[in-house]
């Protein structure tokens, strides 16, 4: 498998931003489809964004004009940058490589005044 590490989680309040950051071991990552999930206390975990090798991207309804998915093969990173982030949004981020179904361990969002 392909090592994930998630980074960028932290506090913020309505209205803010923040960036999340998944670092790959290798740059096979580079070469498979990659997304980001979510998990809010009592729910399921949901596919927030997707990004192909390509570049095409995909998102939840909800988050579509707020956060947008992009990779730099260079660093074998993606990134998630979350605009005008809602309570709603509070949630622990994973980061899946399609490439064996590797997972991050996961960064905590919350989103709280």
């Known amino acids: 498998q392909v090592q994930l590490v998630e980074s960028g989680g932290g506090l913020v309040q309505p209205g803010g931003s923040l960036r999340l950051s998944c670092a790959a071991s290798g740059s096979i990552f580079n070469l498979y489809l990659m997304g980001w999930y979510r998990q809010a206390p009592g729910k399921q975990r949901e596919l927030v964004a997707s990004i192909s090798a390509g570049g095409n991207t995909n998102y939840l309804n909800s988050v579509r004009g707020r956060f947008t998915v992009s990779r730099v093969n260079a660093k074998n990173t993606a990134y998630l940058q979350m605009n005008n982030l809602q309570p709603e949004d509070t949630a622990i981020y994973y980061c899946?490589?399609?490439?064996?179904?590797?997972w991050g361990q996961g960064t905590q969002v919350t989103v709280s005044s």
């Open positions: 899946r490589s399609w490439y064996q179904d590797s």
